[in-house]
Each structure stands twice: as C-alpha cells, then as structure tokens.
C-alpha cells in the first residue's frame, strides 16, 4: 500500500498539470508545497500496528451507521 501510495504520487507529478495540481494542494493545505515530501516521509513511517491500532479505535459497534436502499416503488 505504502509504495502505491508513493507510485501515485510520483505519477503524479510525472506531467505539467498533476504537478501544478499537487503542488497547489500541498500549497493551499499546508501553506507549503514542500509539505509534499514531508507528508511521504510521513507515509513511510507508518507501520501495520499503526494501522492496527486506528482500525480498532476507529471501528467499532456504537460507531458504525447502516443504510438501507428500496428501489422507487417497491415497499419494504
């Protein structure tokens, strides 16, 4: 995931305007388009325990919200 992650970035800014776009989101969000490259340190730090632990803080029963579709005019 993590060399996804970075593959994607990268070809990103492989042409002119994925990298206008990128560096102007990094610019607009951190006040920094240098936060790029911190942000892909960043990624690289993280590690499956890491993950682990967001998963269950994040995840859990009295958290989760269901949705149930019915098609226009059937009933339930």
């Given at each position: 995931?993590?060399?996804?992650?970075?593959?994607?970035?990268?070809?990103?800014?492989?042409?002119?305007?994925?990298l206008?776009?990128?560096?102007?989101?990094?610019?607009?969000?951190?006040?920094?388009?240098?936060?790029?490259?911190?942000?892909?340190?960043?990624?690289?730090?993280?590690?499956?325990?890491?993950?682990?632990?967001?998963?269950?803080?994040?995840?859990?029963?009295?958290?989760?919200?269901?949705?149930?579709?019915?098609?226009?005019?059937?009933?339930?």
């Amino acid at each position: 995931m993590k060399l996804k992650a970075h593959a994607n970035v990268i070809q990103r800014l492989a042409g002119n305007a994925g990298l206008a776009q990128v560096l102007a989101l990094f610019q607009g969000s951190y006040g920094d388009w240098k936060a790029l490259f911190k942000v892909l340190d960043a990624l690289e730090a993280v590690r499956a325990e890491d993950v682990q632990r967001a998963a269950r803080d994040l995840f859990v029963r009295e958290r989760a919200t269901a949705a149930y579709t019915v098609r226009p005019g059937a009933s339930r």
